[in-house]
């Protein structure tokens, strides 16, 4: 059964540092997106991605975080300059087509830990 | 605007005994419903959806769920529980503009032997 793949599945970085999490999705899927999931609170959208550009950003996807596809399969997320609080769980998903809601597949996580 | 309130952080029910989750949801137009189930250290998998049509939706393992107009609600049901239901589970909508979800915060279920 086809899955969307993260790496690395755990990351322990120092503030200030540079962060790319890795996203392979399903391979003919067309819409691409991060969550994030602090400890304990809610799933959070941040950022939605489709034919090379972003198609919607929530407010916490600030100056600090950007996306890439660099290569036509991986999908990328970069915190520029990690802080405290960007500690949480990262979720890519993908999904084949757009509207009407279809299944969103989303990959086991990237759980990052700033100290 | 969309928005998904879970009643219950936590659930604790007996093997063999009904599991219902409740969710609510507020969306300015008509929703697409999903729960979603997520076992520790793993990522987030489909259980059920409504997008149109029928509105008791038929998941995997045993669940389904109601959508009901009337009440803005999408609770998630399973007759008989079983210990492999221990996980986390989330409610969430999207509107027919987009695939962004807005989640719920999410009901952990603990099964009793």
């Known amino acids: 059964e086809p899955e969307v793949t993260q790496t690395p599945s755990h990351q322990v970085t120092q503030m200030g540092q540079e962060v790319i999490l890795r996203c392979v999705p399903i391979s003919n899927h067309l819409y691409f997106y991060w969550y994030r999931q602090i400890l304990g609170q809610k799933v959070e959208f941040l950022v939605s991605f489709y034919n090379n550009e972003i198609s919607e950003k929530s407010e916490i996807f600030d100056d600090q975080f950007s996306v890439e596809r660099p290569d036509g399969s991986n999908f990328t997320l970069k915190i520029r300059s990690t802080k405290l609080e960007d500690s949480a769980m990262y979720f890519c998903?993908?999904?084949?087509?757009?509207?009407?809601?279809?299944?969103?597949?989303f990959g086991e996580g990237s759980r990052l830990t700033v100290l | 605007a969309q928005s998904v309130t879970q009643l219950g952080s936590h659930v604790s029910v007996s093997e063999g005994a009904l599991v219902l989750l409740r969710c609510n949801y507020s969306s300015s137009v008509p929703p697409y419903l999903f729960w979603y189930v997520q076992y520790p250290n793993q990522g987030l998998q489909l259980l059920l959806k409504y997008t149109t049509g029928a509105t008791l939706v038929k998941g995997i393992n045993g669940f389904e769920a109601e959508f009901k107009k009337s009440e803005t609600s999408f609770h998630l049901t399973k007759p008989s529980a079983h210990m492999s239901d221990a996980a986390e589970y989330f409610c969430a909508v999207t509107q027919a503009a987009g695939n962004k979800l807005t989640f719920g915060g999410g009901t952990r279920v603990l099964v009793k032997p």
């Open positions: 998903a993908s999904i084949l087509a757009g509207p009407p809601a279809g299944e969103l597949f």
